[in-house]
């Protein structure tokens, strides 16, 4: 596992906070245009993310890149983790990792 540039687990709430930082987070694809993905991130908020591979619609995916704004992430990497997952458990780890258990993930 590379550890020298480290992402930070993020959903809308925190994505806002780390602009210009590497962030991982997950989102519903909601739809797909000219090469843009738009998405539902697990806590109900919304993102584009430029660079992404296409996925199908509903389908979710981890995208890691660089925030470039508050609602929006610059990929680097993307991982469809098809059409379930877990959106409050992921919440939870976002809140964990960036709130009391902060210094185990960075």
């Not at 602009?19 to 989102?27: E, I, K, S, Y």
């Not at 704004?69 to 469809?80: L, N, Q, Y």
């Amino acid at each position: 596992m590379d550890t020298s540039s480290p992402a930070v687990f993020a959903n809308g709430e925190v994505l806002k906070t780390y602009q210009g930082c590497r962030v991982r987070a997950v989102l519903q694809v909601m739809r797909n245009e000219g090469g843009v993905l738009w998405g539902q991130l697990t806590d109900g908020g919304q993102i584009s993310v430029k660079g992404a591979q296409s996925a199908p619609v509903t389908h979710f995916m981890e995208v890691i890149g660089i925030a470039d704004g508050p609602e929006s992430i610059r990929a680097e990497i993307c991982t469809d983790f098809g059409p379930n997952f877990d959106k409050v458990a992921y919440n939870g780890l976002c809140q964990l990792a960036n709130g009391k258990f902060k210094n185990l993930f960075l």
